[in-house]
């Protein structure tokens, strides 16, 4: 049985939640200075931890890794917004949006040239 087109169409539910509940819900809780740090520490968090756990199965530990590392590095939100923005950041990678690799970490829907 070929479970790929589930797990695509769950992929594309998971960001439509993602852009129109969790994203809003915490940019009325946060300034945009705050907002764009905490994406951009998630960011780094999911490229690290793909870098530190390579093959398959290891979606667990690297997620451990991720939830850790933004802990200790003072991100304090709620964990159930904190796993959105880490699926969103793992979304990311996936589907290209976040180079990995090239050092430089890309916001989607950033076109001003920074």
């Known amino acids: 049985m070929n479970i790929t087109p589930i797990l695509q169409a769950a992929a594309v539910l998971l ?3 993602i852009t129109y509940v969790v994203v809003p819900y915490i940019k ?11 994406n951009a520490l998630v960011q780094i968090a999911v490229a ?7 093959g398959a ?3 667990e530990e690297k997620k451990a890794y991720v939830l850790d590392w933004l802990r200790e590095h003072g991100i304090t939100i709620d964990e159930a917004q904190l ?15 976040i180079p990995v690799g090239t050092g430089v970490l890309s916001e989607e829907g950033d076109d001003s040239g920074n």
């Open 57 to 59: 199965g290891k979606g």
């Open 83 to 97: 796993d959105a923005m880490v699926e969103a950041a793992v979304y990311g990678l996936k589907t290209g949006i």
């Open 15 to 17: 960001a439509a939640v």
């Open 48 to 54: 690290a931890a793909e870098q530190v756990y390579t």
């Open 28 to 38: 009325s809780k946060t300034s945009d200075s705050q907002q764009r740090q905490i």
